[in-house]
């Protein structure tokens, strides 16, 4: 049986509610595009759905086409995966039984079929045994017939491949890749729908890694528009080698000391064209590992070479025992293996790109079932290279590579604090919108009659809508160049479109992230599409759709329908989410915190007290923050302070009472005073104060400090601000549980924050 975490579920769901609306209609075949990062389980969903499309539809075949021998692979997965579904069959081509039957999955490959020799599967024989002749026999004996393109980014593209498509003539197509490129027979001639996994979500349920570190210990440079990534070059391939061995050696201890028995491996590329003989680089990379102990004899080291080929089923010795696996580009795609943890390239490789399917090798977790380690580092995945600039191809990469490193001072100046935290195990993310979302906003506007009051003619998008909006959010409106745009452009259209769908989100309590603002897109679209008959996929009159939301005569219809939505996913997602606490024992300061600067827009920020240095800052860190530093810094009472994240085990956090259950509540500072005393800090201001979630932490934090005692210090803190807005008055804290005076500073329960006082 298979155990799908719950995003997969809900991948699952939405495939299977398209699959099954598609099937069903009597409009022209259309494309799924189902797009999943690598380590996601994208073969996992893929046979959940077609197990549950084998229950809806009887009457179903499937074709399971994929590159080189990955094609063979799924095969042995999806029968695995498959095993408690009997009634599914698993054939390659020449199993066939003149056609392919209800339930019977056919695999396979690219490769044969674009053989310029004779191809039985392609063209017709003698014996009428050809796959278009299968095809009919099939359509015939009365089944539909649903076409699996895996990794469609590959080999799908070529005339013959296309002339494949047009032949099988599937009821459905679904595509499945990281990186998906549409296929279409004809230009503008294929109808498709989306179905995304994001990052975060696969991050969530620990399946990935949280970072690719760049030369660890070494450091390297980004480019103004950080498209490349410039490396020290001036390293020799051994010392490459010899800091990618040192980091696995590191990560083996690490494991070990968390009593975990993954054995780190380390992956070795070798360019496709070497220099001189095809021999010379792969003979160089074993005289090197030789002086460090580690051969093919002793079965340290493998090999998987074109030339050579060998075995490298992980289930089986003697893989289990090796430490470095050399290869060339054949690794890059269909091969699972997640105790890669490291990779080594060399400058030899004349241009490297950090697509999805070469550094997914080294990103799925090796343990998803325990989660992330308390030591960070095993949580990562650490790249090595000579090589002058790689690319960023894709914002999957560029969310993954760590740019810039943050360590922890050394010399003494840090004292351990070994405090305890805690850290959420979730159910369900309640911060994000599942599909659940895209069926309450369709309920919520049935019930307001929103379809009835709308204006489809004559529509006009004024710039005081746009003004507002952009106003409202500063991180988007930063990027635009001017707000007097001709509002008729698509491009400057679009853009308008996405900052609404974000100030929207926003507006009513939930970060705009990539999953939220799709669902938000796709219900509007689908309301449209519902309501005036008008396609997402057609590009008139997906611009038509825009211009109706932002139209001021139906953009407060349009408000009032997300808001109520909103509010109603709430009521859902509280009802349906259970969250447990975890105790992660001892807490100090990380020695290091790897960070990416994509999304995040980090920047260098001078300070003395930070114990991470260089302090790395958002730019757009809350203004109450970069105050209260300013305060810290000033102060002779503070020997060091911390600036603490939202996540995982990495940062602090204390539990609080939060709708009848536990959650960890991440204060924004540990300070460290003179005389060995620690502060907790959380800084508020204005709105912040006023909010309800302000006055459940505080309490825990209390709470916390309250009950929590340590032999070496004593612990103090509570949530601080300033008593004007323009942070020119005092800063105050509040020590007390009541609930109503925390929104006023004025108010008992608040005193002046002085270090040598309330110590």
Known sequence: MINLVEFQKEKVQELLNLSVKNLNSNNRPKTIIFQSPTGSGKTIMASELIKELYKNEKNISFIWIAPRNLYEQSKIKLQKYLSSSPSITHSYFNDLDKHIKSGEILYMNWESINKKDKNIIVQESEKNFFLQKIVENTIEEGNKIVLLIDES????????????????????????????????????????????????????????????VLNDGVGVKATKNQKKIK??????????????????????????????NVKPLLLIQLPDSQRGSNSDMKEEVLEILNKNKLTTENKKVAIYLSEENLNIDEEKQPFESVEVLIFKQAIALGWDCPRAHILAIFRDIKSFSFEVQTIGRICRFPEPD??????????????????????????????????????????GIYDPVNLHSYHTIRNREKTRFDLNFEDLFAKTSSKLGISKKIKINNLSVKSTILKDTIESVQNIADSLEHKDIELTDPKNLQRYFDVYINKTISNNGFFPEQRSVDRVKNSIYKFCETNFSLNKTNREDQLKIMKIVLDDRNNMYFNELAEKTINEYSKYSEENETVRLGFDGQWNVPERIHLSSFGDSLQKSKSRKSIMQPFLVEAKLYESEKKFIEYLEKSDEVKWWFRNGDRDMTYFA????????????????????????????DTKMGITLQTEDTVIKNKGLQNYLKNEKYKKFKLHGGIVSNTNKDYSGNWKIYKSTNQKNIMDTKKKGWELLDFKKIR
């Open 370 to 411: 325990r989660g992330y380690f308390k030591n960070n580092e095993l949580n990562d995945a650490y790249i090595f290279s000579n090589i002058p600039s790689i690319d960023l191809k894709d914002n999957f990469a560029q969310s993954l590579i760590s740019l810039q490193v943050s360590e922890r001072k050394r010399g």
């Open 654 to 681: 204390v539990p609080y009472e939060k709708e009848n259950s536990k959650a960890p509540f991440y204060v924004d500072f540990i300070v460290f005073y003179k005389d060995n005393e620690v502060g907790l800090y």
């Open 231 to 260: 490396i020290l070059e001036d390293f020799t391939n051994e010392q490459v080698i010899k800091r990618a061995l040192k980091k696995r050696n590191e990560l083996e201890k690490g494991f070990l000391d968390e009593k975990s």
């Open 153 to 212: 980014h590959h080999g799908a593209k070529s005339d013959i491949s296309l002339s494949l498509i047009r032949s099988i003539m599937p009821s459905l197509t679904i595509e499945i890749s990281a990186t998906p490129k549409l296929l279409e027979l004809e230009p503008g001639s294929v109808e498709y729908d989306i179905v995304k996994a994001h990052l975060a979500e696969v991050k969530e349920a620990n399946l990935i890694k949280n970072l690719i």
